[in-house]
């Protein structure tokens, strides 16, 4: 007689309860970190002391590092236990988050957001896997839904509780805020997480991943103070240039001499997924790194408090939601390639909102393009995932799913660079051009403002600033326009994609997805 199968142990509802609390606190304040230290930008380069370009890497470190770590955290828990991995990630995140809020300089905030970022990376995958663990086969479907709530609630609050906290208190309990709640999440993993280990796993490519990590992070300082430094007139940056030329060599030799890489170029031998790989990379540059460029706008050119402009994003996380729920009722009746069209046309609609907003206009047109860029960014996150793993082998669905997220991860940290770089150049050609017409031999000026006085410190001073805040502003729409552009270009790359109807792809996406948790 055959031995009967055996049946998994699961806990008991209570203890069910705690855990599933504990992982949702986990991808909660994960995910709201990536999204509630916007509003409070400005206020933290005045306290730091920092430029606005300068500040931007309190958001470009914790994405570049949280996307870098991410393949590496699901090694480990397979390694040495998800539970130990999970505590240790935890508390230090908490203590990440607790230097933070009482940093005194630019430095010891953007080294803490690394820490930040590099033990927040595998939090909400190796929550999914225990959700997973937990429920029977018949109850994993909920399970994921938990999950995603989670790690939705974040970004959907991060914006208006942000705004709130620094308003009210200090843009410091934007990330103190983190500690009760890591305190609780911590007691909860350590106490009632079960311990899942794979004792076959095989050898990590350290040299792949030390390559990589140093090529993107040596490229996105680069990005980041090539402006500052006029180029490639800095001896800084023609070192960090040749680095990066140098790393990135022995990288793509690695990738192409070794076996079992970081990266393996058998994944883009699939059509389905490079093509998908580039457009995650495109949706992480438009629909990710374009909102501290909005959150910029909204405080610096309008004048809103960070509380105002925190409640004006809300729309955003409420369109997400709604592209959620939209496109889980029609992912079984339309082709994946019209959602993404969809998708990627939305975005590029409220791109193109933006793009015509002035000094003068009110906070109708941004609530309007907030909404429509979330339900876009909803509407494209599924069809997308759906065509980049429904050819996809299944040997390569755990590297894949990795490097898909990780390309989305890279779009929006060097985008919100590039934004940046290509933002201020605007600013500064446009300021250039407004200040030629402020003369007293100028009549459209003398007729216009006959209330200057040149010979007066102080309407200088004003005619200064307003000039400044034109140009911004232009140079702002500029980039939101680019940003459209770029947003419609990728669309013919959807229909390069061999399509499937949804319904027959979603088997073999979620079976990749799951497998990635794993």
Same mark, same amino acid.
């Given at each position: 007689m055959s031995a009967l199968p055996v049946q998994p142990e699961y806990p008991t509802p209570g203890k069910h309860l705690v855990i599933t609390g504990s992982v949702m606190l986990a991808s909660l304040i994960v995910s709201l970190d990536i999204t509630i230290a916007n509003v409070a930008l400005p206020q933290m380069q005045s306290s730091l002391s920092a430029s606005s370009d300068q500040v931007i890497w309190v958001l470009t470190s914790y994405l570049i590092a949280s996307a870098i770590m991410t393949p590496l955290s699901s090694w480990l828990a397979s390694r040495f236990g998800r539970k130990p991995v999970m505590a240790i990630s935890v508390a230090a995140f908490t !203590?990440?988050?607790l230097a933070c809020? $009482?940093?005194?300089? !630019?430095?010891?905030?953007? $080294?803490?957001?690394i820490v930040q970022g590099i033990a927040g990376a595998g939090l909400i995958p190796l929550g999914q896997a225990t959700l997973l663990d937990i429920n029977p086969p018949e109850k994993q479907g909920r399970a994921m839904a938990v999950a995603g709530l989670g790690s939705m609630v974040g970004p959907l609050i991060g914006p208006s509780l942000g705004g709130w906290l620094t308003d009210t208190y200090t843009w410091r309990w934007v990330f103190l805020i983190n500690i009760p709640i890591g305190i609780l999440c911590f007691v909860g993993i350590w106490t009632f997480l079960p311990d899942v280990r794979d004792r076959a796993i095989g050898r990590f490519d350290g040299f792949g991943f030390a390559t990589v990590s140093l090529f993107l992070g040596l490229f996105q300082l680069m990005m980041d103070r090539g402006q500052t430094l006029d180029w490639f007139d800095s001896t800084e940056i023609c070192i960090e240039a040749g680095m990066v030329v140098l790393i990135g060599f022995l990288a793509v030799v690695h990738i192409l001499t070794a076996k079992g890489t970081f990266v393996r170029l058998e994944l883009f031998t699939d059509r389905n997924f490079a093509l998908g790989t580039v457009i995650s990379g495109v949706v992480g540059l438009v629909g990710f790194a374009t909102i501290p460029l909005v959150t910029v706008m909204m405080q610096a050119q309008l004048g809103y408090t960070?509380?105002?402009s925190g409640i004006v994003s809300l729309p955003r996380g409420l369109g997400s939601v709604c592209g959620l729920i939209v496109v889980g009722a029609l992912i079984g009746r339309l082709?994946?390639?019209?959602?993404?069209?969809?998708?990627l046309a939305g975005t590029a609609v409220g791109l193109f909102l933006y793009s015509q907003i002035s000094l003068g206009t009110d906070e109708t047109p941004m609530l309007y393009a907030g909404f429509i860029q979330g339900a876009s960014g909803g509407l494209i996150i599924a069809p997308?995932?759906?065509l980049v793993f429904s050819t996809l082998p299944t040997k390569f669905r755990n590297e894949g799913a990795a490097i898909y997220s990780l390309a989305r991860n890279i779009g929006s940290s060097l985008g919100i660079s590039a934004i940046q770089v290509l933002n201020g150049r605007n600013t500064a050609i446009v300021s250039s051009r407004l200040a030629e017409g402020v003369r007293p031999d100028n009549p459209q000026l003398a007729l216009s403002a006959p209330q200057i006085d040149f010979d007066a410190v102080s309407s200088l001073g004003a005619i200064s600033g307003q000039i400044t805040r034109q140009a911004a502003m232009v140079a702002t729409n500029d980039t939101m326009w680019l940003g459209c552009l770029l947003a419609i270009a990728s669309i013919p790359l959807v229909y390069l994609m061999k399509g499937r109807r949804t319904e027959q792809a979603a088997s073999a996406s979620t079976s990749a997805l799951m497998a990635d948790m794993h």
């Open positions: !203590l990440a988050s809020g $009482v940093s005194n300089g !630019l430095t010891m905030m953007v $080294v803490a957001r960070p509380l105002h082709r994946a390639q019209t959602l993404l069209t969809i998708g997308l995932s759906t």
